[in-house]
């Protein structure tokens, strides 16, 4: 069964840095994309990055300068540092994956089985002002 693990997140105030992981437990090409989600409390989900295998990258216009997305496919993870956290980033982020290309269309809600297959478990970062 593959699983996403994440690691990560955690508390900083406002101008802080925190950085997630997500490791693929095995490879399968139905992992070549993975992305970073994020949703606050009722606010819908957002895309935060993209990083295909291939090496596609998308970065939400809203984190860009601030987020920064790297991949080691040797070791099927995909790394998002986080930098100048500002209170609005605060959310519970979610790493996703699904096969190449896949990966384009942000559900309302995350995690969302229905639009991608692989999910992490959610790991909360909380910025205070």
């Known amino acids: 069964e593959v699983r996403l693990v994440e690691s990560g997140g955690g508390s900083v105030q406002a101008g802080g840095s925190l950085t997630l992981s997500c490791t693929v437990s095995?490879?399968?090409?139905?992992?070549?994309?993975m992305g970073w989600f994020r949703q606050a409390p009722g606010n819908k989900c957002e895309l935060v990055s993209i990083?295909?295998?291939?090496?596609?990258?998308v970065i939400a216009e809203s984190v860009k300068g601030r987020f920064f997305v790297s991949r080691d496919n040797t070791k099927n993870t995909v790394t998002l540092r986080m930098i100048n956290l500002k209170p609005e980033d605060a959310a519970v982020y979610y790493c996703?994956?699904?096969?190449?290309?896949?990966?384009?269309?942000?559900?309302?809600?995350?995690?969302?089985?229905?639009?991608?297959?692989?999910w992490g478990q959610g790991t909360q970062v909380t910025v205070s002002s």
């Open positions: 095995e490879y399968t090409y139905l992992a070549d994309d």
């Open positions: 990083s295909g295998r291939n090496g596609r990258t």
């Open positions: 996703s994956a699904d096969s190449r290309n896949a990966m384009g269309y942000v559900p309302d809600q995350c995690p969302s089985y229905g639009d991608y297959r692989y």
